[in-house]
């Protein structure tokens, strides 16, 4: 038994979780500052429609209209923000088998220093071209800690918090919309090229936040231990928790290695298995092993939880609503996008308990089917002759959809993708993860701008019947896919994949999985006490 502040940690019990929320407060700054990183993801996917709201970009990219306006190209636009995309699928390719050979922390020291390139192409473009370079050479650092933030809260943190922290994951990305837009507004005000650079500069915080704190950031214990680096391993776990309790670390090093042999059992040992399918050292060969029978599921699961988010219109509301705000003639459009990123923002944070008490299947499944009858919604009010009446119930039903997406899959889809594959192939899930999400990424920021633009499909409202079939899609699938995984160990959701146990028996079978474990630790001690041993 390892007690601190009245918590055992040699056993994993849920019941416990916000008793142990309370002395989680080292690990909570890690978990934050790893997630700034991701705010750069934020920043990306709202950048191309708040600069393209700001007459000064618009002067400075745009083209000359009759009237005397500019306008950016669709294909401006489509170009600008298709490119972060494509970069982030190419480099994760490239980057998510090195995660297995070099560990975690390196990742993210590259990333800082590609993000400052990226950021500095942005600010001196004369050019579309140019400034189309930058936000590809970001979206490099992009798709690297896209990768990494997920997998490191994932192998660190208790598995009775694990979905309260990943939920720092979406946050960062809606608080990186959020801060955008703010700055957007506040330098709309600006008659100088400011107007335009004062986002664009904004974006430098990120990748000084992260050099400045990488020195003293731990290492995944996980990782470590993987490479027999036990050491390192409890000077990584010091350094991420802070406890004065020696035995937490002994504790948290046996949980780890029984996930680890866990994993091994049911699965083998994967880089032994694969030990000649090696290319510079990464092997290749263990890695693809997601794709197998036994881990396709668990993957496909994996990455449709997070591609769901874009099939049911995340970068139409989210990445074009200020944009789309002006074009259907919404008065104080800035206004009104403002008040809507602070709206997401606070039902982002309601996520954070609400994965917790609620779960994550329920607090997903069921919100998608309404996300899909808002899109509806949406869409009748788009057929309406007069939209400058239409537009205000428009607004409504997207304030609506953002509350109930941020709540649910926008903020638990993620946590669910992070802990569905088995321990050994995280790293790389995560990394399919991030290459589907960038794919939907680019399909759908290449596409909307055709859809929404003046000069292409101008849908207005009707794009939402596009969304509510692409969502009623993820509606259904998640149904049949999605499992219960909150405070569930590793090691039992492998147990319960290898079984053949259905997603939506998960959470009995779980639960009694866990009751008998806790029973038979009791009945130890029970007995232990009784003869007098330890």
Known sequence: MTLIDGVDYSVVNPDQKWR??????RFAFWALWISSGVIMQGFDIVAGGQLAALPRFQQQFGVLQSDGS????????SAWNSIAPACEIGATFIFAPLLEKYGRKPGILVAAFISVAGILLQQLAKDWKVHLAGRGVNGI???????????????????????????????????GQFLIVLLSFGSSHIDTKWQWWTPVVGMYIFPLILVSGWPFFPESPYWLIREGKLIAAKKALRSAFGFK???????????IQEEIRTTTTLQGDL??????GKFLGINLAAEAECFSKQNRKRTFTAVFAASAQQAIGATFVIGYATYFLDLIHVQNFFIASVVLYIVMLLSSCAAFPLSEIIGRRDLIVWPQFALCFILLLIGIMGCIPDQSKASWGIVAFIYCWAILFQVSIGATGFVLASEIA??????????????????????????????INP???????????????????????????????????FEIMDELYAQGVKPRHFKARAREIMAARIESETELETHFAATGKE
């Open 70 to 77: 500019y306008l950016i190209p669709a294909v401006y636009l």
């Open 455 to 489: 000069d292409a499909g101008n849908l207005g409202g009707k794009v939402g019947f596009i969304f509510l079939f692409t969502g009623s899609i993820a509606a259904i699938g998640g149904y049949l896919l999605y499992p219960e995984t909150k405070g569930v160990p």
């Open 245 to 255: 309790e020696e035995s937490f670390y002994d504790t948290e090093i046996h949980r």
């Open 422 to 451: 088995t321990q050994r192939l995280r790293g790389a899930t995560q990394g399919w993860i991030t290459i589907t999400n960038a794919i939907w990424g680019l399909i759908m920021q290449f596409t909307i701008p055709y859809m």
């Open 141 to 175: 650092a992009i798709g690297m800690m896209f990768t990494i933030t997920p997998l490191w809260i994932g192998e660190v943190c208790r598995p009775e918090l694990r979905g309260f922290f990943l939920c720092f994951f979406n946050t960062s990305i809606v608080l």
């Open 20 to 25: 142990i929320l309370r002395s989680q407060t």
């Open 271 to 276: 880089d032994a298995k694969h030990s000649s």
